[in-house]
């Protein structure tokens, strides 16, 4: 595969692009940018260092991926963004580096979609087959799990978790932990019932479904103490390991649980 360079781009001598890469015009590869195989970079988009960028990614035009932390306490300390492969970076989309304050680095998985305007802070982590729809954003040092959705517009606060499998809606406002397979709404955003519907497209059987949602009962319409429901739930997976997500984020919650 050839490397295809605009002539209108500007790449700094010492970034790194493999095999395959494309790079559009007017588009900015600054210094300690490594670019994996295939990925392409599309007009007026910028990518600055240092970040990493796996196979495969499409980086729309007008991005800005691996930007300086929006962070008052960031003085220029040697931060980074790692990104995975196949992920879709669309137009207007922000990444930024991570900081001293967390681990240094900000960290995305593979195969997610950011769509149009959506962003992520510093020391953000998110696993894979995510999706940030239009608008999408989140605070410095959030986690996502894989297979999470957030719907347009809606935002997490810094320093909040939210579980693989969730489903956050539109418009919703995360200020708390959002455990595994449930569904955020509303603002401040609450627990409104299980993403089913998208469990049943990743291939969880019936059984699956109705052995979460029991697990969804017992934390949020039992009327139990959350320690003792946490128990409960722990009894189930014993049984059920569909349920294990859920017993293994709940003691890492630092900022409670929505409600």
């Known amino acids: 595969m050839t490397t295809i360079i605009h002539p209108a781009a500007s ?3 010492d970034a790194e692009l493999a095999d395959g890469v494309e790079v559009g015009a007017y588009a900015v590869i600054g210094a300690g940018v490594v670019i994996g195989a ?10 600055q260092g240092p970040t990493r960028i796996g196979a495969d990614n499409r980086i729309f035009q007008f991005a800005s991926v691996g930007s300086a932390p929006q962070d008052k ?44 305007y959506a962003h992520v802070a510093h020391d953000c982590r998110i696993g894979n087959r995510c999706v940030l729809a239009n608008n999408a954003t989140l605070g410095g040092h959030v986690h996502l799990g894989d297979w999470v959705i957030m719907g ?17 809606a539109n418009n919703a406002a995360v200020t708390r932990d959002v455990p595994p397979f449930v569904m955020a709404v509303g603002q401040p955003a609450a627990a409104h019932s299980v993403n089913a519907e998208g469990l049943k497209r990743r291939g969880f059987t019936p059984e699956q479904i109705r052995n979460i949602r029991n697990a969804f009962r017992v934390l ?3 009327g139990l103490k959350l320690a003792d429901a946490t128990a409960q ?4 997976a014993e049984e059920q390991p569909e349920l294990r997500p859920i017993v293994e984020f709940l003691p890492q919650s630092t900022r409670s649980i929505v409600r």
Do not use: W
């Not at 295939?38 to 990518?47: C, L, R, S």
């Not at 347009?152 to 956050?168: D, E, N, P, R, T």
């Open 38 to 47: 295939g990925t392409i970079v599309g007009p007026h988009a910028v990518v």
């Open 73 to 116: 306490k960031y003085h220029g300390e040697p931060t980074r963004l790692e990104i995975g492969d196949r992920n879709v970076i669309r137009e207007c989309v922000t990444l930024n580096r991570g900081t001293i304050q967390d681990e240094g680095v900000t960290a995305i998985g593979d195969d997610n979609l950011f769509m149009a």
């Open 233 to 236: 739930v722990g009894a189930l």
């Open 152 to 168: 347009g517009l809606s935002g997490i606060h810094q320093f909040c978790k939210v579980g693989a499998h969730a489903f956050i």
């Open 220 to 222: 949020y319409r039992s």
């Open 11 to 13: 790449v700094a001598p």
